[in-house]
């Protein structure tokens, strides 16, 4: 299981890298650490029973990651080493429910 740490020092490069380790056809998650970082992982479990009717675990753990990916993003936005084309696809991006859209 791929598992990445998100911190505010986390950057596209290593988001590149947990990509590379997730299986093919794996689920994003996303747990809260104790010091208040999300760590992302991923699992093959689709998990759409009766269970998650009654806990929304799974339904947390998807909003922890999309709000790992929302930080990873806005470290991205932030970094000055980051310009051009790629600078301003990356500003267009919004990581919403299960949705990524790209502005024009």
Do not use: C, W
């Not at 310009?83 to 990581?95: A, C, E, F, K, P």
């Amino acid at each position: 299981m791929a598992e990445l740490k998100v911190t505010q020092n986390t950057t596209a490069q290593d988001l590149q890298r947990f990509s590379e380790q997730a299986g093919k056809n794996s689920n994003i998650r996303g747990r809260k650490n104790d010091d208040g970082t999300i760590t992302l992982y991923t699992s093959n479990k689709v998990n759409t029973g009766i269970k998650e009717l009654f806990t929304g675990h799974v339904t947390e753990r998807r909003g922890y990651a999309r709000e790992a990916l929302n930080t990873i993003l806005s470290n991205v936005r932030n970094d000055d080493k980051v310009s051009g084309r790629g600078h301003d696809l990356l500003m267009n991006i919004d990581v919403n429910d299960n949705v990524v859209t790209v502005a024009p």
